[in-house]
Structure formats: structure tokens, C-alpha cells
């Protein structure tokens, strides 16, 4: 009886916690207060049926009684009181009664069907949540497109993946878009590549967008990759506007091989947009686009050293044209984030550095007493290409407790080069 006593109200705790059990509404302490009696009631009963075994069902009792206790502290489920389960129904109510109230929303509704959009922005204000839902209304939109849209609309809003689409018939869809903090002015021109924006109505947060669903089909490839053509550049920049991830990165290969004769600022400030979303993967080609492209040095580089140490803080690869378009528009803050780099892999970085120019000598000196091999005749060549007088006396150093005959070439071929540099 003492063991069916504890197995019973475990199995009442577990299976009668959630939303509509038996125990819904009743505080995570009384279910506490429940699981301590049985567990005391229990264990009082397993003692007096094993008198002479008391001390070991003692500590069995005592066992499952913690056990009891520990329930309801994870499964919290249905354990916020009634009266404010019919409190915050009655805000999500009210919420929906004040979106009935507006005096348009009976013809959009019979024409659009709100209803899923009317429940999750009534959800979210009943939640307090400073994130909202909005809709995109999208009509004639063909089905193989959808996807597409989605993964669009999700990538530049941030939106919950769980944005749904609904069919309306005929080629429409209203798309749910929740969990955004982007204002309805982003919003609709984030819509722009989408179609046509026929109207944003006030009733409800809706964008009602005409699809142009040739936006979504690729142009000839013929004109796309003949440099000769006059629309190559005009049809290159369209693929970089794309929604299209793939078919971006196929313009940016293509940009990145062509001289920048016309649309040069365009293509450019394209480029620059690119390289500051997190979902492109193909950085690296767009910085080599960039330094064909990029005519005023500062903003792209600029950008791209934000997403170089954003990949060193989240210890990812950082690609070499990335740094390399740094180098090039001669931004020194790059130094710090080089020399990270340099000191994990000194092979592959080392020209790179070196390319930094004088400006880089200080943090070089700084690694003079290094005492890996590799990295120490990395460190003599990049110094005999950028080092000045702070560098002859390092140098000299070095050389005096060398013993690799290799590494003593090294820095004799660097402080000739040094010193033929200074006596220019």
C-alpha cells in the first residue's frame, strides 16, 4: 500500500501537471505539499510492514519522497494559478475585440482571411512581448516560389522560423511573418524585390505585394557571362538584387573576373550590402569582387575587418581575400586581427602581413624572443620587408643566439634589406 501510495501520486504529478490535467491551476508549492505527504504516508507504511528491515526501507522511503518533491520544480506546466490563466485569456480577448472594433477589417477579412495573423498579434501583446507579427499578402505568387520568398523574408527580418504561409486560392498567399522588431517602412521595402506593393493597409500590419514571378527566373546565361554584351553589367547588377542566394553568388564569380567599367558604384555598394549578411557564405568571393570593384578606399574595407573580427571572436575561418581587401584600402586596425592569424598559421599569413608595410613593425617586435622555429623565420622575412631601424637592433639580437645556419641567412639576407631600404 505504501509503494502504491508514492507510485500513484508520481504518476499524478508527471502525467496530470499539464494544461488541462488534473492539476492544472494548482501552484508548484501545493504540488510540493502533495508529493511530501505522500511520500511521508509512504514510507510511514513500508516501515511498518518491514520491521525488521527499518532502517534500509527508511532510506528507500526518504529516497522516493525526494524524488516526489523534485517533480513539480521541473515540470512547471499548468501551474500558474487559474485566476491568471482567466486573466490573460481575458487580455487576448480584449486584444482581438480592439482589432474587431477597426471598421475595414470585415472586408479584409472576407477577402484575405486574418484570422491566423488577428491570433498571433493578440498572442504576442497578451505575452507582453516587444516583437510583433505582421502580413504579406502575395498574390499570383506561384507555388515554386514559395520557398524561395520564405527563406528571403526569414533572412532579412529575422523572423521566427515559424512564419506560415496560408493558401487563399487562386495563386494567393497571406504569409504570417512573426516574432520581428522591423518597422513597416523596412518591412515594405524589404517587399520591394518581391513585386509590385499595391497597398499597405492600416487596419492590420499587411503588405499586399502583386508578384512578379519573373524575378525569380535567372537571365540568359549567354548575356550573363559575355563581357563583350552591353547589357553584361546591367543583367550582373539584377542576379546581385536577386532574393536568390545561389544565383548572387554566380553574379559575384562573374563580377569578380570583369573590369568595373560601368554601374561601378552600384555593383560596389551591392557588394558592400552582401558582405554584411551573416547568411551569405561565399565572403570570399565578394571580397575579391570588391577589390576589383571598390574605387574610394575606407567603406569596404571598413566592412569587411567588422566581419573578419566577428569571425576570430567566433573562432571561424577567416578567408584570406577578406583580409586581404583590408590590406589593400590600408586600414592598420587590421594589425591585431593579422597577428592572431599569423601566430596560428605563420605560412599562411605571412605575406599578408607583410603587405601591411612599416605600420605593422611594432607589433612584429613584439614577438622577438618568440621561440618557435617556424614562426621565427617567418617573423625575419616579413621584418626584412617592412622593418626600419627599431628592427636592425632585433635583428642583430637574434642573430647573436642563432645557432640554425638557416635561420642566421635569414637574418643577414633581412638587415641587408633593411639597411639598403634605410639608405635610400
Excluded at 497571406?174 to 509590385?196: E, N
Excluded at 532574393?243 to 570583369?258: F, G, N, P, T
Excluded at 597577428?339 to 612584429?364: C, H, I, M, R, S
Aim: proline share 4%; hydrophobic share 45%; charged share 25%.
Amino acid at each position: 500500500m505504501g509503494a502504491g501510495v508514492m507510485l500513484c501520486i508520481g504518476m499524478l504529478l508527471i502525467f496530470g501537471a499539464s494544461r488541462g490535467g488534473v492539476l492544472d491551476g494548482m501552484v508548484t508549492l501545493n504540488r510540493m505539499v502533495m508529493g511530501g505527504f505522500a511520500g511521508g504516508l509512504g514510507t510511514a507504511l513500508l516501515v511498518y510492514a518491514n520491521p525488521k528491515a527499518r532502517i534500509k526501507v527508511l532510506r528507500i522511503g526518504a529516497l522516493c519522497t525526494a524524488i516526489l518533491l523534485s517533480i513539480p520544480l521541473f515540470l512547471t506546466e499548468g501551474s500558474t494559478p487559474l485566476g491568471e490563466q482567466n486573466a490573460k485569456k481575458k487580455r487576448v480577448r480584449e486584444s482581438v475585440k480592439k482589432i474587431e472594433e477597426a471598421p475595414d477589417l470585415v472586408d479584409l477579412r472576407n477577402r484575405l482571411g486574418t484570422q491566423p495573423l488577428e491570433e498571433e498579434i493578440s498572442r504576442l501583446r497578451a505575452e507582453g512581448s516587444t516583437r510583433h507579427a505582421a502580413g504579406i499578402w502575395l498574390r499570383d505568387l506561384r507555388e515554386q516560389n514559395r520557398f524561395l520568398i520564405r527563406d528571403y523574408v526569414l533572412r532579412v527580418t529575422g523572423a521566427d522560423p515559424q512564419s506560415h504561409y496560408y493558401p487563399r486560392g487562386g495563386g494567393d498567399f497571406l504569409m504570417v511573418v512573426t516574432g520581428i522588431t522591423t518597422p513597416m517602412d523596412d518591412l515594405v521595402k524589404f517587399c520591394k524585390p518581391l513585386g509590385d506593393v499595391v497597398m499597405v493597409h492600416s487596419v492590420l500590419p499587411i503588405v499586399e505585394i502583386k508578384v512578379r514571378n519573373e524575378n525569380f527566373i535567372e537571365n540568359p546565361i549567354d548575356k550573363l557571362s559575355n563581357k563583350a554584351d552591353p547589357d553584361f553589367y546591367r543583367l550582373n547588377l539584377a542576379e546581385l538584387n536577386s532574393i536568390d542566394l545561389a544565383r548572387i553568388e554566380k553574379a559575384v564569380k562573374r563580377l569578380m573576373d570583369s573590369s568595373p567599367k560601368v554601374l561601378r558604384a552600384d555593383i560596389t555598394q551591392r557588394l558592400i550590402e552582401l558582405l554584411a549578411v551573416d547568411e551569405v557564405d561565399f565572403k570570399a568571393e565578394i571580397c575579391s569582387a570588391l577589390a576589383v570593384w571598390s574605387e574610394v578606399p575606407g567603406t569596404a574595407g571598413t566592412v569587411a575587418l567588422k566581419q573578419a573580427a566577428k569571425n576570430v571572436s567566433r573562432d571561424l575561418e577567416v578567408p584570406k581575400e577578406m583580409i586581404a581587401l583590408v590590406v589593400k584600402e590600408g586600414i592598420t586596425d587590421v594589425i591585431s586581427i593579422l597577428d592572431k592569424l599569423w601566430q596560428k598559421n605563420p605560412t599562411d599569413w605571412e605575406a599578408l602581413y607583410a603587405d601591411v608595410g612599416p605600420a605593422a613593425e611594432k607589433e612584429l617586435l613584439a614577438h622577438a624572443a618568440i621561440n618557435d622555429d617556424g614562426r621565427r623565420r617567418s617573423l625575419v622575412r616579413i621584418l626584412g620587408k617592412v622593418g626600419g631601424k627599431d628592427s636592425l637592433q632585433a635583428l642583430e639580437s637574434m642573430k647573436a643566439t642563432a645557432t640554425e645556419p638557416e635561420l642566421r641567412v635569414l637574418i643577414d639576407n633581412s638587415l641587408a634589406a633593411i639597411r639598403s631600404r634605410i639608405s635610400q
